[in-house]
């Protein structure tokens, strides 16, 4: 599974929340949490327009997404979507939209 919070410096809730994404990464090794700065890394962003934040992408093992969209930034939200993602429990999404840009965003985890 891979975790990505789509984000930019310029946020204040981005970078409140970058120590908590970062110390869920340590407790769940078997995912993989990647930080992405909308700005600095738009080029692996395809048509995603990314308007609110903190938004969080979760794929599967294959890059297929299971979750897109803006989260409160509290680290038991992230943790109990964490563990549904690792439990199978969302399906895929349907806007094409996250599932094309998946892959390119794969590279980075």
Same mark, same amino acid.
């Given at each position: 599974?891979?975790?990505?919070?789509?984000? %930019?410096? $310029?946020?204040?809730?981005?970078?409140?929340? =970058?120590? /908590?994404?970062? =110390?869920? +990464?340590?407790?769940? *090794?078997? !995912?993989?949490?990647? $930080?992405? &700065? /909308?700005?600095? =890394?738009?080029?692996?962003?395809?048509?995603? &327009? /990314? @308007?609110?934040?903190?938004?969080?992408? /979760? +794929? &599967? +093992? =294959?890059?297929? #997404?299971?979750? +897109?969209?803006?989260?409160?930034?509290? !680290? @038991?939200?992230?943790?109990?979507?964490?563990?549904? #993602?690792? %439990?199978?429990?969302? *399906?895929?999404?349907?806007?094409?939209? $996250?599932?094309? !840009?998946?892959? @390119?965003?794969?590279?980075?985890?």
């Amino acid at each position: 599974m891979h975790v990505f919070c789509l984000c %930019a410096q $310029w946020c204040g809730t981005c970078r409140e929340y =970058q120590p /908590i994404f970062t =110390q869920l +990464a340590t407790q769940l *090794p078997e !995912a993989r949490f990647v $930080w992405v &700065d /909308i700005e600095t =890394q738009d080029d692996l962003l395809g048509d995603l &327009d /990314i @308007e609110n934040f903190p938004t969080l992408l /979760i +794929a &599967d +093992a =294959q890059g297929r #997404a299971r979750f +897109a969209g803006t989260v409160l930034p509290h !680290a @038991e939200t992230l943790q109990r979507m964490c563990q549904a #993602a690792l %439990a199978g429990d969302f *399906p895929l999404v349907s806007d094409p939209v $996250w599932q094309n !840009a998946t892959p @390119e965003l794969m590279r980075l985890g």
